[in-house]
């Protein structure tokens, strides 16, 4: 029996620290989603029945062909899925915090804020997963990204920073809650119409004049139409820089609010 | 004598309910606390406060010297907490909780995995160690929380109601580990409402009630303090019974209580030196006796006492 003997910390844990045991415990994260695949459904299968069903059945209607309503729809669906992941991160919390798992992490000499940061990151896995999987049977739809690989990675950067913004609704929500169950519950009350009052399914021009003010402004129109213009080409750049405002005021506000719960929560 | 864990005066309160109501509580180093209670009574509240996972309204406590507000990180570097809420991940294995545990303390990847395996080996787990936690009996699941506890070599160690729910065998592997760690120089403080299990392990006793500490000393001075002793006499032949309960009587002026069934008479004495009486007179009388001595009250009898209450019977030991 080798003796190993476990360095003694400082009083507080240093940057470098807290970023060393947020990535530890992200890895936790990618290592329990490896063991327990089917907590993939979420970002798997709900968008592909997404696809499939709104291309099949609305694309005719809305658009006039299929293929050309995929064409359209893929870079919104892109958001819609991303918005519906970060659900992830306050269900993961919740359960680690009724299970006790948060208090053997509080009980070491890591940094407070490291198992936030590891779920957080966490969630990435869980949107490279969703945005995959819609992007590979997209194409095998018949969906054809018009611009260059570029302008296809910035899309891919922007929806992941939005999705890390909209993540800490998610532990806000779930420092709230009592049960893991109940934190999808709440969420998708305002996700629905955060992600159907947009111009993701259908043009926004359509629309009664009091839904139509709220889908201008609507964060996912924006991300919406910066994603269409950055892989079918178009202008991307103001609606990027409207969806990145308003990302960085949704975490401005969120980010305290979940610290403060957090704290509230496990004492 | 140098105190691994000290606190004083600790309060807290949850809305309208006080949890701790000034509780002091000192451990020597290397000692076992045995803190014991009914349900509800503030013990897993003083632990939590005592592992940093909780802040006390008022008082203070001190772990390795150092304070568990200003200095917790310190604290934590130092103290191992096993408790039915500081928990491995049901969804990893054995070897994958403790190799996480090991690398967030700052083991390299290596060490971390020969750390899990040297802890795994140590509790019994080597089989089970690939196995997700879940799939795991109560006995290895405890088991588990203690290995994870001890990742980091803790000095202090916090075990709350280490044993509840626990069938007897498995709760007697986790006194031989305990045991184990006290003789590595561990200093243990251990909730729990099982008297015997404070009677096996615990160097000294703290009983709270209500959130208050209504008893403290090793386990011997409780029973002395709150009940005499009392003198307990088993013939040989049980034709016997009446003649020893006769020179029982004429000692010490009271009838005996009689056990037939068992042939065990005991009556309760303040003078010690009685015994030898005793002794004299049956040796005299030509009886022999297979039990012969006096009898401290048990633990049991002693929180009946101090409480008003009997304590719960064990959880599991029917299961």
């Given at each position: 029996m080798t003796a190993i003997s476990v360095p003694v910390p400082a009083s507080n844990v240093g940057l470098g620290g807290t970023l060393r045991h947020g990535l530890t415990l992200a890895g936790r994260s990618v290592l329990k989603i490896r063991k327990n695949p089917e907590s993939l459904l979420d970002v798997t299968l709900q968008p592909i029945i997404f696809l499939v069903l709104f291309v099949y059945l609305f694309g005719g209607a809305i658009q006039g062909s299929t293929d050309a309503y995929l064409q359209v729809l893929l870079p919104g669906l892109m958001v819609q899925n991303i918005t519906f992941a970060s659900l992830g991160t306050g269900v993961a919390l919740n359960t680690d915090i009724s299970k006790g798992v948060f208090d053997r992490f509080r009980s070491m000499p890591i940094a407070r804020s490291a198992p936030l940061i590891g779920a957080v990151l966490g969630d990435v896995v869980r949107f490279l997963v969703t945005l995959t999987v819609l992007i590979t049977v997209a194409v095998v739809m018949g969906f054809r990204v018009q611009t260059d690989p570029a302008r296809f990675l910035v899309a891919i950067l922007l929806l992941v920073a939005f999705g890390l913004c909209l993540c800490w609704i998610s532990v806000f929500v779930g420092m709230l809650v009592k049960s893991p169950q109940a934190v999808p519950g709440v969420l998708i009350a305002f996700m629905f119409p955060l992600t159907f009052g947009s111009n993701v399914f259908v043009p926004a021009g359509s629309l009664p004049s009091w839904l139509h003010a709220w889908v201008v402004i609507n964060p996912v129109t924006h991300l919406t139409d910066a994603a269409r213009g950055l892989l079918l080409g178009g202008d991307w750049v103001g609606h990027a820089g409207w969806a990145f405002l308003w990302a960085v005021a949704i975490a401005a506000v969120f980010f305290p609010l979940a610290l403060r719960a957090y704290r509230r929560r496990v004492g | 004598m140098s105190y691994a864990i000290e606190?004083?005066?600790?309060?807290?309160?949850?809305?309208?309910?006080?949890?701790?109501?000034?509780v002091s509580l000192t451990v020597p180093t290397g000692k076992v606390l045995g803190v014991l209670g009914p349900n509800g009574?503030?013990?897993?509240?003083?632990?939590?406060?005592?592992?940093?996972?909780?802040?006390?309204?008022?008082?203070?406590?001190?772990?390795?010297?150092?304070?568990?507000?200003?200095?917790?990180?310190?604290?934590?570097?130092?103290?191992?907490?096993?408790?039915?809420?500081?928990?491995v991940d049901e969804d990893l294995s054995g070897t994958e909780n403790l190799v996480l545990l090991g690398k967030l303390l700052g083991l390299s990847k290596r060490d971390a995995k020969a750390r899990a395996a040297e802890l795994l080996a140590k509790f019994e787990l080597t089989d089970a160690a690939g196995r997700a936690v879940k799939t795991y009996s109560g006995g290895m699941r405890r088991r588990a929380d203690l290995a994870a506890s001890l990742v980091g070599r803790p000095q202090v160690l916090y075990l709350d109601e280490p044993t509840t729910g626990l069938d007897p065998h498995s709760r007697n592997e986790v006194w031989a580990t305990v045991r184990g760690l006290v003789d590595e120089g561990v200093t243990v403080l251990l909730t729990t409402q099982y008297l015997e299990e404070a009677d096996q392990l615990a160097d000294l006793i703290t009983v709270i009630d209500h959130g208050k500490v209504i008893a403290n000393g090793t386990p011997h001075e409780l029973k002395r303090r709150t009940g005499g002793q009392s003198l307990q006499v088993r013939p040989t032949v049980l034709a016997d019974t009446p003649k020893v309960a006769e020179i029982l009587r004429e000692l010490t002026g009271i009838d005996p209580v009689v056990d037939a069934e068992n042939g065990l008479l005991s009556t309760p004495v303040d003078n010690p030196l009685l015994l030898s009486s005793v002794v004299r007179r049956l040796d005299d009388a030509g009886i022999t006796a297979d039990e012969l001595g006096l009898r401290l009250p048990s633990l049991d009898e002693v929180f009946l006492t101090l409480t008003g209450r009997t304590t719960p019977a064990p959880e599991g030991s029917l299961a």
């Amino acid at each position: 029996m080798t003796a190993i003997s476990v360095p003694v910390p400082a009083s507080n844990v240093g940057l470098g620290g807290t970023l060393r045991h947020g990535l530890t415990l992200a890895g936790r994260s990618v290592l329990k989603i490896r063991k327990n695949p089917e907590s993939l459904l979420d970002v798997t299968l709900q968008p592909i029945i997404f696809l499939v069903l709104f291309v099949y059945l609305f694309g005719g209607a809305i658009q006039g062909s299929t293929d050309a309503y995929l064409q359209v729809l893929l870079p919104g669906l892109m958001v819609q899925n991303i918005t519906f992941a970060s659900l992830g991160t306050g269900v993961a919390l919740n359960t680690d915090i009724s299970k006790g798992v948060f208090d053997r992490f509080r009980s070491m000499p890591i940094a407070r804020s490291a198992p936030l940061i590891g779920a957080v990151l966490g969630d990435v896995v869980r949107f490279l997963v969703t945005l995959t999987v819609l992007i590979t049977v997209a194409v095998v739809m018949g969906f054809r990204v018009q611009t260059d690989p570029a302008r296809f990675l910035v899309a891919i950067l922007l929806l992941v920073a939005f999705g890390l913004c909209l993540c800490w609704i998610s532990v806000f929500v779930g420092m709230l809650v009592k049960s893991p169950q109940a934190v999808p519950g709440v969420l998708i009350a305002f996700m629905f119409p955060l992600t159907f009052g947009s111009n993701v399914f259908v043009p926004a021009g359509s629309l009664p004049s009091w839904l139509h003010a709220w889908v201008v402004i609507n964060p996912v129109t924006h991300l919406t139409d910066a994603a269409r213009g950055l892989l079918l080409g178009g202008d991307w750049v103001g609606h990027a820089g409207w969806a990145f405002l308003w990302a960085v005021a949704i975490a401005a506000v969120f980010f305290p609010l979940a610290l403060r719960a957090y704290r509230r929560r496990v004492g | 004598m140098s105190y691994a864990i000290e606190a004083e005066g600790l309060v807290k309160r949850f809305g309208s309910t006080v949890a701790l109501d000034g509780v002091s509580l000192t451990v020597p180093t290397g000692k076992v606390l045995g803190v014991l209670g009914p349900n509800g009574a503030g013990k897993t509240t003083a632990v939590r406060v005592l592992a940093t996972l909780l802040r006390a309204d008022e008082g203070w406590a001190r772990v390795g010297g150092y304070d568990v507000v200003t200095q917790a990180n310190a604290v934590r570097a130092l103290a191992g907490l096993t408790g039915q809420y500081a928990s491995v991940d049901e969804d990893l294995s054995g070897t994958e909780n403790l190799v996480l545990l090991g690398k967030l303390l700052g083991l390299s990847k290596r060490d971390a995995k020969a750390r899990a395996a040297e802890l795994l080996a140590k509790f019994e787990l080597t089989d089970a160690a690939g196995r997700a936690v879940k799939t795991y009996s109560g006995g290895m699941r405890r088991r588990a929380d203690l290995a994870a506890s001890l990742v980091g070599r803790p000095q202090v160690l916090y075990l709350d109601e280490p044993t509840t729910g626990l069938d007897p065998h498995s709760r007697n592997e986790v006194w031989a580990t305990v045991r184990g760690l006290v003789d590595e120089g561990v200093t243990v403080l251990l909730t729990t409402q099982y008297l015997e299990e404070a009677d096996q392990l615990a160097d000294l006793i703290t009983v709270i009630d209500h959130g208050k500490v209504i008893a403290n000393g090793t386990p011997h001075e409780l029973k002395r303090r709150t009940g005499g002793q009392s003198l307990q006499v088993r013939p040989t032949v049980l034709a016997d019974t009446p003649k020893v309960a006769e020179i029982l009587r004429e000692l010490t002026g009271i009838d005996p209580v009689v056990d037939a069934e068992n042939g065990l008479l005991s009556t309760p004495v303040d003078n010690p030196l009685l015994l030898s009486s005793v002794v004299r007179r049956l040796d005299d009388a030509g009886i022999t006796a297979d039990e012969l001595g006096l009898r401290l009250p048990s633990l049991d009898e002693v929180f009946l006492t101090l409480t008003g209450r009997t304590t719960p019977a064990p959880e599991g030991s029917l299961a």
